[in-house]
């Protein structure tokens, strides 16, 4: 993938409108990789296989957290346009990955 040079415009906007591979995403991943890496083996610091491992572990960890997010993003009455821009597949891909989640899942009850 090609790195993106987006710069916030409009500082009303909340987060770009397409995926954005920058510093500050790859920052925010090698951070990442380094906390999981200690925790998962901490005297194999610079290991190609762990660094794999915990590669391999957050991309999982993204995947088994986005139905929720989708979900969140429809509650919140986003259309399956934007979601589908933000995710890089048709909406009709996002409908019929998400919708069954969103449909079926259990929100907690507002404490209020």
Known sequence: MAVDT??????????????VID???VEAIEE??????LN???????????RVHVLATLIAQAEALLPDAVADARDQDHPWADIAAQLGVTVDTAR?????HYRTRSVPLDPD
């Open 32 to 37: 990442a990789i380094h906390l999981l890496e």
């Open 40 to 50: 998962r083996s901490p005297l194999n610091q610079g290991d190609g296989a762990l």
């Open 23 to 25: 510093s500050d995403s």
């Open 6 to 19: 987006w710069q916030m415009k409009d500082p009303r906007r909340l987060h770009p409108d397409h995926v």
């Open 96 to 100: 019929r990955r998400y919708s069954r």
